[in-house]
């Protein structure tokens, strides 16, 4: 977009056409070279996202799901913290895109290793917080059975509008502190799967999330492009919970923010009783 400013001189009587030209005084062009730049590189995220294979394969009703729940985040993250985030584009690349490509390894390290189809099985969704990973699961695999597990009130009534304003019939809010809920019998040892995304780091995720996974079944961590070290420090505090570390798989994500590793473990024996510990010891004092 170009806008000129000019002003218009007083002209002889007679002149030519090249001599006007070269004294009409006229301003540089203004130019949005730098807004146009930042546009361009968002959409090109946009359409990254949506050209991923991860959302290709879903169908129309499930893409148009993820698109209300990005406009239903962005909205109520005006009136509460619910992300960083501010951006639709963003939201997708950061978000969404990393959500839907914790899939395929987590698919494909549950078939092998617990050797069960995957088309019906239930997941907990640690620490839920704005739905991530955990709604878009639901979203990508609606047989699935899942739970979003979050502590606080205001994200709680967030998840159940987003819920229903989806119409998702596979997915339960529950409000409680992973710590209480691992030592109470209704979910203690009943998933098939834990996931956990931007919640803690591994020592304490391995005592939040194993007591919840029954004997042969999974914990998929969501983590950064490097997590050797973080991982070997949490090796102890795994095999306590009954699991040990099954794979460290790099996802396919197309996500502009670099590469992701989802952190696989399977658990082969059950967690000891006197774990987890107390609500906010797993944090203060990490095994």
Not at 125 to 143: E, H
Request: overall charge positive; hydrophobic content about 40%.
């Amino acid at each position: 977009m170009l806008l000129w400013r000019s002003r218009v001189p007083t002209l002889p009587f007679s002149f030519s056409v090249k001599t006007f030209v070269e004294h009409f005084p006229v301003s540089k062009p203004i130019t949005f070279r730098s807004q146009t730049h930042k546009i361009c590189s968002k959409l090109e995220s946009i359409i990254s996202v949506e050209g991923s294979p991860h959302f290709k394969n879903l169908n129309s009703r499930q893409k148009e799901q993820i698109h209300l729940y990005v406009d239903a985040l962005l909205d109520w993250n005006q009136k509460m913290n619910l992300t960083a985030v501010k951006d639709a584009t963003e939201i997708m690349g950061r978000h969404i895109e990393d959500s839907l490509a914790i899939m395929p390894p987590m698919k494909s390290c549950y078939i092998s290793h617990c050797k069960k189809a995957c088309d019906k099985l239930s997941l907990v969704d640690v620490g839920s917080g704005q739905g991530l990973p955990g709604l878009v699961l639901a979203i990508a695999f609606p047989g699935w059975e899942v739970t979003l597990l979050e502590s606080m009130n205001k994200r709680c009534v967030f998840l159940e509008h987003v819920v229903d304003l989806t119409g998702l019939s596979n997915v339960q809010v529950v409000r409680g502190r992973a710590e209480d809920l691992g030592q109470n019998f209704s979910f203690r040892e009943q998933y098939d799967i834990a996931v956990a995304r931007a919640v803690a780091e591994m020592r304490i995720l391995a005592e939040y999330c194993l007591p919840l996974v029954r004997v042969g079944g999974l914990f998929v961590a969501a983590k950064g492009h490097d997590p050797q070290l973080e991982v070997r420090n949490a090796e102890r505090a795994i095999q306590l919970m009954g699991a040990s570390v099954l794979q460290l798989c790099s996802v396919e994500s197309h996500s502009p923010y670099g590469q992701r590793t989802a952190v696989v473990c399977f658990k082969d024996r059950p967690t000891p009783r006197r774990y987890p510990r107390d609500p906010g010891t797993p944090a203060k004092e990490p095994l």
